[in-house]
């Protein structure tokens, strides 16, 4: 796959589960069913994320004593603190599930301190999502601007007569 391609997966494979993780956060705008199945499709679809980036994790992972403070040691940091949170908000949400597991026949008992975990998991996931995105803001915004904004520009730039009635071409 060329370097373009991978990247254009990246992106929209990012927005998707940037947008997946917003309506996750917002049950009851969405509903508790829908809440659930999305957020099982979204941990699947950060399997994928992750291993779109396996080569960055594995070449980090050995560095990450090497020095004291770099960049990349504080993305790391970000990004297993997220990872931890996600893991804590899908396992309590599967222990206070009121749609996904009863689907299959279990009914979880209802427990306010997995409902407190949920939350305040689901919450610390919020904030470091929002690091993590700033973080890598100049990737976003120079590919953002690449593959998204500059397709829609180009198509309603005005061309010279000249270049029109030569099809385009210079
Ligand atoms: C990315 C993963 C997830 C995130 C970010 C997330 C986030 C949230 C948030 C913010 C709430 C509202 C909490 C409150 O107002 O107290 C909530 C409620 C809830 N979530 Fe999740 N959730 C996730 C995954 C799941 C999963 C996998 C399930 C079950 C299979 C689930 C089941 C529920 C249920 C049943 C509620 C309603 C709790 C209640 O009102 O009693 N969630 N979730």
């Not at 997995?114 to 100049?138: D, F, N, P, Y």
Request: contains cysteine; positive net charge; aromatic residues 10%.
């Amino acid at each position: 796959m060329s370097t373009i391609n991978t990247t254009k997966t990246n992106l929209f494979l990012d927005i998707a589960l940037f947008l997946a993780f917003v309506l996750a956060m917002v049950p009851h705008a969405t509903g508790i069913p829908v809440h659930e199945w999305l957020s099982l499709a979204f941990a699947a679809t950060i399997v994928v994320h992750l291993l779109l980036h396996w080569e960055w994790i594995v070449g980090v992972t050995p560095k990450f004593f090497a020095r004291l403070f770099h960049e990349s040691r504080l993305n790391f940091v970000i990004d297993v603190v997220f990872f931890l949170a996600l893991i804590m908000a899908m396992v309590s949400g599967f222990l206070i599930s009121k749609a996904a597991l009863p689907a299959i026949g279990i009914q979880p008992a209802f427990s306010i301190v997995w409902r407190q975990a949920h939350r305040i998991s689901a919450e610390v996931a919020l904030i470091t999502l929002g690091i993590h995105c700033g973080m890598h803001i100049k990737w976003i915004a120079q590919n953002a601007k690449r593959t998204l904004i500059g397709p829609v520009v180009r198509l309603f730039r005005k061309q010279p007569v000249a270049e029109r009635a030569a099809g385009g071409k210079k």
